[in-house]
DNA sequence: GGTATACATTTGTATATACAATTGTTGTAA
DNA sequence: TTACAACAATTGTATATACAAATGTATACC
């Protein structure tokens, strides 16, 4: 992935910028196989994360700041994102018996089983998208994003 | 930064699923770094990256499609992104003489004067999200994503 | 007990983006 | 020269996301 050539610039780009731009678009990439893997089950990648996070919860549901506060990208409205899931037999939501402020979120049969056939797609594409990274790499890799 | 304690799951993570989730958190922060410091100047990163690909242009007008080409993140909608470049000033467009399916799209000087701004405070925002990370490191990054 | 404050979620609204269909223009081949 | 295909941009529509305001509930203080 020349960044230069893929962006059509002739000059060249300072490091500092360079390696943001590469970062972006190596983000772009990642986003879009995740997402055309996803397409068939008709969740994005946000949805997909919830649906991964209440399976975490061992059938301990959850709520809705729960899923905030674990979710990758935070999102302004969980809310509505809890909704696409509901319509789509998922998840399933009732007001929480002891405070009946909160709400609690569980997975359906369903959701589960559903999960299970995204989640074997999501370990081909992460295979997939890291088939030329050693274990090494991946380790420098991750040890460079913690000093970000 | 630390994976398991953002996303507060209690369980370790495979070092593929690790390194992706590490990505997108990473990506993130970018953003939201870039975004906000772009928002004094009321542009999103798109139409900042827009001003910039026409500034590489040195007075030769840009079309639509050579934009796209030229995007970081390529849009499926460039006509709006610069319909408010045009709202706010920052760039005109006219039909092409030579050929009017296309369009000229131009840099005004208040685009210049204001793109001069961002480009200062941009500079400054790399440095800090890059502030912890050797010049070495870069280079190994940049290596690394070209892996992808 | 009544009132104010904090909490958890939902709703309204504006903006952003994706995708498909449409418009207008040019080039080409019968 | 006309009909058709290719091209470039725009428009319509649906969906996604961001942010602020509103709703309803619980808690704490007097």
Redesign the interface.
Known sequence: ???EQI???G?KIP????????????????NESISNALKPFDVSLQQFNVLRILK?QNGKPANLSTLN??????MSNTTRLVDKLILKGFVDRIICPSNRRKVEINLTAVGQKELAKMSAT??KV??S??K??S?Q??????N?????
């Open positions: 992935m020349n960044v962006i059509k610039t000059k490091l500092e910028s360079r390696t943001i731009i590469h970062f972006m678009l190596v983000n772009n990439k990642i975490g506060e674990r979710m990758v990208t935070k999501m370990k992460e295979k998208i890291l030329k990274i274990k790499e991946l380790e420098q890799l991750n460079l994003f913690n000093k970000f």
